[in-house]
C-alpha cells in the first residue's frame, strides 16, 4: 500500500518561507520520479516541481524558478519542498506526487505521469 503524507502547509505573510514535506511509504521502486503539484480554487492543478530520484535532476515551472528548491532525502523517504519570497500567487492546496518508473521529463509536469497523491496540505500566503 503506498501511501504519500504531505505536511507543512500553513499561512505565511509575502515574502516568507515555508518547508513542505512529503513522507513516502509502501513503494520501493527505484527508477522514479517525485513531484510536488499544486491547486488553486477555480484552477487546474498544476506542476511546481519535480526530482528524479534515479540522479537528482529537477525541474521547476518557470513561475518558481529561482524561489523553490525540491530536494529528497533517500534514508527518510521524504521529500521536500523548500518554498522562498513566497507570494500571494502562490496560495494552493500543495499535493506530492510520485510514479512508479520512467516518465518522459519533458512531461514532468503533467498529471497522467504520476500513480500516486497525497491529501495534499494547504498553504496561504497574505499580503
Known amino acids: 500500500q503506498v501511501q504519500l503524507v504531505e505536511s507543512g502547509g500553513g499561512s505565511v505573510q509575502a515574502g516568507g518561507s515555508r518547508r513542505l514535506s512529503c513522507a513516502a511509504s509502501g513503494y520501493t521502486y527505484s527508477n522514479r520520479y517525485m513531484g510536488w503539484f499544486r491547486q488553486a480554487p477555480g484552477k487546474e492543478r498544476e506542476g511546481v516541481a519535480a526530482i528524479y530520484l534515479g540522479s537528482d535532476s529537477t525541474y521547476y515551472a518557470d513561475s518558481v524558478k529561482g524561489r523553490f528548491t525540491i530536494s529528497q532525502d533517500n534514508a527518510k523517504n521524504t521529500l521536500y519542498l523548500e518554498m522562498n519570497s513566497l507570494e500571494p500567487e502562490d496560495t494552493a492546496m500543495y499535493y506530492c506526487?510520485?510514479?512508479?518508473?520512467?516518465?518522459?521529463?519533458?512531461?514532468?509536469?503533467?498529471?497522467?505521469?504520476?500513480?500516486?497523491w497525497g491529501q495534499g496540505t494547504q498553504v496561504t500566503v497574505s499580503s
Open positions: 506526487a510520485a510514479s512508479v518508473g520512467w516518465i518522459i521529463p519533458e512531461y514532468w509536469a503533467s498529471t497522467y505521469q504520476y500513480n500516486y
